[in-house]
């Protein structure tokens, strides 16, 4: 894998590639946002979110990385600001449902929020997750915001690359029962 990875904005027709990675990789947060109660469900909701704009599962919010036209991962991110606003719709979905509508909005004001960052299972290990964080970095310069935060699992071996990409443990918050370290990073990264 020598070719450079390149990333661009996504498009709904990107659902078929983006929408079951973006399920993979939030697992118990997409059935918890969508009131699915098994993965295939989830992500029969989380498609028709994706074709829609004004939610955080938007194409909207998706930046596709690829190679020579082949995708291999997603990067899925908005300002952080913006995250109560991004959640009503699926909210409003639960409502329907009749279920509860507790959904915490994981962003904060003041940061780019980075929601799911995914690669594919063959692309791991060659570089596309780094180069997805720093088009994070690109897009949180671009909304005029000096840093980017996410939330990572406790244990999660992404870390490790999030560490490496220059971020830094900046908290703790629990979601829908479990434990993420919120990490940020200046938008303009000097460990690079």
Same mark, same amino acid.
């Given at each position: 894998?020598?070719?450079?990875?390149?990333?661009?904005?996504?498009?709904?027709?990107?659902?078929?590639?983006?929408?079951?990675?973006?399920?993979?990789?939030?697992?118990?947060?997409?059935?918890?946002?969508?009131?699915?109660?098994?993965?295939?469900?989830?992500?029969?909701?989380?498609?028709?979110?994706?074709?829609?704009? &004004?939610? !955080? =599962?938007?194409?909207?919010?998706?930046?596709? @990385?690829?190679?020579? %036209?082949?995708?291999?991962?997603? +990067? /899925?991110?908005?300002?952080?600001?913006?995250?109560?606003?991004?959640?009503?719709?699926?909210?409003?979905?639960?409502?329907?449902?009749?279920?509860?509508?507790?959904?915490?909005?994981?962003?904060?004001?003041?940061?780019?929020?980075?929601?799911?960052?995914?690669?594919?299972?063959?692309?791991?290990?060659?570089?596309? &997750?780094? !180069? =997805?964080?720093?088009?994070?970095?690109?897009? @949180?310069?671009?909304? %005029?915001?000096?840093?980017?935060? +996410? /939330?990572?699992?406790?244990?999660?071996?992404?870390?490790?690359?999030?560490?490496?990409?220059?971020?830094?443990?900046?908290?703790?918050?629990?979601?829908?029962?479990?434990?993420?370290?919120?990490?940020?990073?200046?938008?303009?990264?000097?460990?690079?």
């Amino acid at each position: 894998m020598t070719q450079v990875v390149t990333v661009r904005p996504a498009h709904a027709d990107d659902a078929a590639f983006a929408v079951p990675l973006i399920q993979e990789t939030i697992g118990h947060i997409g059935l918890a946002l969508t009131g699915a109660v098994t993965e295939a469900e989830a992500e029969g909701v989380i498609l028709e979110f994706f074709a829609r704009s &004004g939610n !955080r =599962l938007s194409f909207q919010n998706v930046w596709i @990385a690829q190679r020579s %036209g082949e995708a291999l991962g997603l +990067l /899925l991110g908005y300002a952080g600001a913006n995250s109560g606003a991004l959640d009503e719709p699926f909210r409003e979905h639960l409502r329907g449902r009749g279920l509860p509508t507790d959904i915490v909005s994981e962003g904060l004001p003041g940061e780019w929020y980075l929601d799911t960052l995914a690669v594919t299972e063959a692309a791991r290990g060659h570089g596309v &997750g780094a !180069r =997805l964080l720093r088009e994070a970095a690109t897009q @949180a310069s671009a909304n %005029g915001l000096e840093r980017v935060g +996410l /939330l990572v699992e406790h244990g999660n071996r992404a870390a490790r690359l999030y560490e490496c990409e220059g971020f830094k443990v900046a908290g703790e918050r629990t979601l829908g029962g479990h434990v993420y370290n919120h990490m940020i990073r200046p938008a303009q990264n000097t460990a690079q």
